[in-house]
Nanobody, 118 residues
Framework: QVQLVESGGGLVQPGGSLRLSCAAS????????MGWYRQAPGKQRELVATVSSGGITNYVDSVKGRFTISRDNARNTVYLQMNSLKPEDTAVYYCYAGIKIMSWGNYWGQGTQVTVSS
């Protein structure tokens, strides 16, 4: 089976930085897109950023210029560097990946809490 394990969340002051990591493991044949969603209390889950297997990135407008998504294909790992954090970035962040084992499927991490507060 496949597991996505996230790390790097925590409490940070406004203007601070955090780096999230998400490593995929298991009987992986191939990985297509990887990315991050977030869900704040009382709100719908929101797509934050994606990166294709070829390195093409996309961001939601609210994080452009502040967040950077990257991936290490050799390690099956996706990262989210978050700078200039704002209180409105507070949410549970979930990584996802399109992964082929016997067939293609979407897999999710367990979520990591990011809290931006003074």
């Amino acid at each position: 089976q496949v597991q996505l394990v996230e790390s790097g969340g925590g409490l940070v002051q406004p203007g601070g930085s955090l780096r999230l990591s998400c490593a995929a493991s298991g009987n992986i044949v191939s990985i297509s897109d990887m990315g991050w969603y977030r869900q704040a209390p009382g709100k719908q889950r929101e797509l934050v950023a994606t990166v294709s297997s070829g390195g093409i990135t996309n961001y939601v407008d609210s994080v452009k210029g502040r967040f950077t998504i990257s991936r290490d294909n050799a390690r099956n790992t996706v990262y989210l560097q978050m700078n200039s954090l704002k209180p409105e970035d507070t949410a549970v962040y979930y990584c996802y990946a399109g992964i082929k084992i016997m067939s293609w499927g979407n897999y999710w991490g367990q979520g990591t809490q990011v809290t931006v507060s003074s």
